[in-house]
């Protein structure tokens, strides 16, 4: 008890001997606590002292800026059995998270013309995480006439990260496609990336003109090493195996090339 009052008395002495600025000041801040009204000179409750605030370029987060890339994923010098030639995978897109343009062009060149070219002009929408689907058409070019196709599809990252492209087509005359391809990236070091890469195409009928047999036409499994100088250069070599089968086989038996068609390939792939 008379610890307590010990004390008491010494901090009303020191009270009391406190300048009256500093009371007052004290009186000040116990109104601020209590919701009393603020100090002329008190900040702002933002802090921004009446300063005008705005969007910042490029820091919004909306989701409404349009950006684009072109990629150039192959674009190879091929050594095969039969020939030798150039061979191209590209796409494009410009647009923002919600809705793109992509563009994408895949084809192989030798004997001083294109082979075989597959242009695409397509919707891409996301409707998943790491999934877009994919709306257009499709044009092919090269040997025997050209098709057009409407082209319905999906592209993303399946788990362990593999990427995934698949599309169903569907053409003049009830034809009809479906193409599957996936790649994955193993990193060796940070520069340093093998590239698996498989292809797979199947056709509703048989389309004599261009040699293209039904069901199961072809398939392609490469291996691909580049080393990336950057991440938008890195030249690479590898090698792919390509095999026809059913009467795709026996068309290209009868143009007198071999139905299982191994190459080594040496190219760039960029991007920008």
């Given at each position: 008890m008379r610890?307590?009052t010990f004390l008491?008395?010494?901090?009303?002495a020191?009270?009391a001997?406190?300048?009256?600025f500093a009371?007052?000041?004290m009186?000040?801040?116990?109104?601020?606590?209590?919701?009393?009204?603020?100090?002329?000179?008190a900040r702002?409750p933002?802090?921004?002292?009446g300063?005008?605030?705005?969007?910042m370029?490029?820091m919004?987060?909306?989701?409404?800026?349009?950006?684009g890339m072109?990629?150039?994923?192959?674009l190879e010098?091929f050594?095969?059995?039969?020939?030798?030639?150039a061979a191209?995978?590209a796409?494009?897109?410009?647009?923002?998270?919600?809705?793109k343009?992509?563009?994408?062009?895949e084809g192989e060149?030798s004997d001083?013309?294109?082979q075989e070219?597959?242009?695409?002009?397509?919707?891409?929408?996301?409707i998943?995480t790491?999934?877009?689907s994919?709306?257009?058409?499709?044009?092919?070019?090269?040997?025997?006439p050209d098709?057009?196709?409407a082209?319905?599809g999906?592209?993303?990252?399946?788990?362990?990260?593999?990427e995934?492209d698949?599309?169903i087509y569907?053409?003049q005359?009830?034809?009809t496609?479906?193409?599957f391809?996936s790649?994955?990236?193993?990193?060796l070091?940070q520069?340093?990336?093998?590239q698996?890469r498989?292809?797979?195409n199947f056709?509703?009928?048989?389309?004599?003109?261009?040699?293209?047999?039904s069901?199961?036409?072809?398939a392609?499994l490469?291996l691909?090493?580049?080393?990336?100088?950057s991440?938008q250069?890195?030249p690479?070599?590898?090698v792919?195996?390509?095999?026809?089968?059913?009467?795709s086989?026996?068309?290209a038996?009868?143009d007198?090339h071999?139905?299982?068609?191994?190459r080594?390939?040496?190219?760039?792939?960029?991007?920008?």
């Amino acid at each position: 008890m008379r610890t307590t009052t010990f004390l008491l008395a010494g901090f009303c002495a020191a009270l009391a001997a406190t300048p009256a600025f500093a009371q007052d000041a004290m009186q000040d801040m116990d109104m601020s606590m209590q919701g009393g009204a603020a100090p002329a000179d008190a900040r702002s409750p933002d802090y921004s002292d009446g300063a005008d605030h705005g969007d910042m370029t490029g820091m919004d987060m909306l989701d409404h800026a349009s950006l684009g890339m072109v990629l150039i994923d192959r674009l190879e010098y091929f050594d095969a059995r039969d020939a030798n030639g150039a061979a191209l995978d590209a796409q494009a897109w410009y647009g923002n998270d919600t809705n793109k343009l992509r563009l994408k062009g895949e084809g192989e060149r030798s004997d001083g013309r294109w082979q075989e070219l597959r242009t695409e002009a397509l919707w891409d929408r996301p409707i998943a995480t790491y999934w877009d689907s994919q709306l257009g058409v499709r044009h092919d070019f090269g040997i025997g006439p050209d098709r057009t196709w409407a082209a319905f599809g999906v592209q993303g990252l399946a788990p362990y990260w593999f990427e995934v492209d698949a599309t169903i087509y569907f053409g003049q005359s009830g034809r009809t496609a479906l193409r599957f391809e996936s790649e994955y990236e193993l990193l060796l070091t940070q520069r340093l990336i093998l590239q698996p890469r498989v292809e797979v195409n199947f056709y509703g009928r048989n389309d004599p003109q261009r040699h293209i047999g039904s069901g199961l036409s072809d398939a392609a499994l490469g291996l691909r090493l580049r080393y990336e100088f950057s991440r938008q250069f890195a030249p690479y070599v590898g090698v792919e195996a390509e095999r026809r089968f059913g009467s795709s086989a026996d068309y290209a038996r009868a143009d007198g090339h071999a139905a299982f068609d191994p190459r080594i390939v040496a190219g760039l792939r960029f991007w920008f």
